[in-house]
């Protein structure tokens, strides 16, 4: 089956820009997650969604993030006043429900601030 | 403060041979464990897990060990083959009871030799 996908692949934005970055969760999965990868790191959370509701959001840098699910499906990572620290990878990835434990991750986002 | 560490950046294996990769955390409230492939280019991919219930999983060539007394993990392959050579990262997760977010550490990088 299809497993979780993003767009754009890669995105280039000028600094100041607005971005949104898309998700599209395994069909079922009920938890949705954001992390953001920098390069020689390991993926650190951003945001978590059980449902339409964003249930933690600690991981999100500043209120410049913020993040979408409003029909419990497809989500959408938004960034304003983009910086050139804010240039990383950034994956989605979702489990069945709640209780699981395993994420499958979608092939991310390169997202480039010049 | 990194929560789960993976303190060797590379390793390199001889094909046939067994690869140990290891991990360590602080985090005493982890219950869950997890190792992910990571190809250059893609998402991490899910290998195995163990709950922190169990001291061993084996899936086919993949093993992973938990030593909870001393806050370590590790994973086996056996036999490596060259298709293996990819980043591996360790990730944890159960610190926060309300939401199932990893924590990833750093990687390690395996090459797998001919």
């Known amino acids: 089956g299809a497993g979780v996908s993003q767009t754009p692949s890669n995105k280039v934005t000028e600094k100041g820009k607005y971005v949104e970055l898309r998700c599209d969760p395994i069909s079922g999965h009920t938890a949705l997650y954001w992390y953001r990868q920098s390069l020689g790191q390991g993926p650190e959370f951003l945001i978590y969604f059980q449902g339409t509701g964003a249930a933690d959001d600690s991981g999100l840098p500043n209120d410049r993030f913020f993040a979408v699910r409003p029909e419990g499906s497809v989500s959408t990572l938004k960034i304003q006043r983009t910086e050139r620290g804010d240039s990383a990878v950034y994956l989605c990835a979702s489990s069945l429900d709640r209780s699981s434990k395993e994420q499958y991750f979608g092939p991310g986002t390169r997202l480039t601030v010049t | ?114």
Not at chain 2, 94 to 110: E, Q, S
Request: hydrophobic share 35%; net charge neutral; with cysteine.
């Open chain 2, 1 to 114: 403060d990194q929560q789960v560490k993976q303190n060797s950046p590379s390793l390199s294996v001889q094909e046939g041979r067994i690869s140990i990769l290891n991990c360590d955390y602080t985090n005493s409230m982890f219950d869950y464990f997890l190792w992910y492939k990571k190809y250059p280019a893609e998402g991490p991919t899910f290998l195995i897990s163990i709950s922190s219930i169990k001291d061993k999983n084996e899936d086919g060539r993949f093993t992973v060990f938990l030593n909870k007394s001393a806050k370590h993990l590790s994973l086996h392959i056996v036999p490596s083959q060259p298709g293996d050579s990819a980043v591996y990262f360790c990730a944890a997760s159960g610190a926060d009871g309300a939401t199932n977010k990893l924590i990833f550490g750093t990687g390690t990088l395996l090459a797998v030799q001919p």
